[in-house]
């Protein structure tokens, strides 16, 4: 696996991650990619420099709807500075806790699950 | 994810040792029908249930390190504290009471005789009524003491 095409993989995952639902349609008019080419990509076709940044310019405007996460990241900025290897653990447990339980919620997601079982 | 989420744990208390198809699994344990399946199949990719012919049970061949990782201290912690979240962020009917509490160790001896009471108070209470109220009403129970001063040092260190 080359590292543009893991890259590339993360970067879509990480989309569906916060757009689980999306069909190609929806991918097109979010990312402003072609729909033609959205399949092709989804299908593995190796993305432009462009593309990606669309891919992750989507997920940043989903993450801005949410101030809080700009404060989270934050916090863990500060936690990774002053807490112990042991309290990150529980914190980053907790946080995992919280993002499995959300995800039974949402339709079947292959890669996601495979992440959670391999975790 | 170290150990079970509350919701995984739920699915594997109502299957115990039966083998239960999907509808029972679901209106036992009054998940909705997408997080049920999910539950089901992530339960199944981990290997800790199995299914046939449509019914589902708890794997027979778990290995020892995947029950440690399932019942470990830790983990039960964890599942513990989500519960006690949900419990503390309940909107309806919510019954929850934290007190700093002066007592003398006369009262501190009655007080934890009074725990003990309702411990075995609760115990017969489950198994009255464990084969007729189905896993769905159960009522979630917790109780805990600490002193102030060793909690502050535990939350102040860490530790």
Not at chain 2, 79 to 87: D, F, I, K, N, Y
Not at chain 2, 106 to 133: G, P
Not at chain 2, 136 to 147: D, P
Request: charged fraction near 25%.
């Amino acid at each position: 696996m080359s590292p543009q095409t893991s890259l590339q993989q993360k970067t879509i995952q990480r989309y569906r991650q916060f757009f689980p639902e999306d069909t190609l349609r929806e991918i097109s008019s979010r990312t402003g990619i072609q729909i033609t080419r959205v399949f092709r990509l989804m299908n593995g076709k190796n993305m432009k420099v462009g593309e990606l940044e669309a891919f992750e310019r989507a997920v940043t405007v989903k993450t801005a709807e949410n101030p809080n996460f700009a404060h989270m990241s934050t916090v863990i900025e500060s936690a990774s500075a002053v807490l112990t290897n042991e309290e990150l653990g529980k914190i980053a447990d907790y946080v995992q806790r919280k993002v499995a339980n959300r995800t039974f919620g949402r339709m079947y997601i292959r890669s996601t699950y495979q992440d959670m079982s391999i975790a | 994810m170290k150990g079970l989420s509350s919701l995984e744990r739920n699915i594997l208390e109502c299957l115990g040792r039966q083998s239960l198809s999907y509808e029972i699994i679901q209106h036992q344990t009054g998940l909705h029908e997408n997080v049920c399946f999910n539950l089901l199949q992530a339960l199944i990719i981990r290997g800790i249930i199995t299914s046939e012919g449509g019914r589902y049970k708890v794997s027979e061949s778990i290995s020892p390190l995947m029950m440690e990782e399932i019942n470990g201290l830790e983990a039960r912690q964890l599942e513990s504290l989500e519960l006690m979240e949900a419990v503390v962020e309940q909107k309806s009917n919510r019954i929850f009471r934290l007190q700093k509490v002066a007592m003398d160790p006369r009262d501190e001896k009655i007080f934890l005789a009074m725990l003990s009471n309702l411990d075995s108070f609760l115990q017969d209470a489950h198994k009255k009524s464990q084969t007729s109220v189905p896993l769905k009403e159960r009522k979630v129970v917790f109780w805990g003491v600490g002193e102030v001063n060793s909690l502050m040092n535990q939350i102040v260190t860490g530790r």
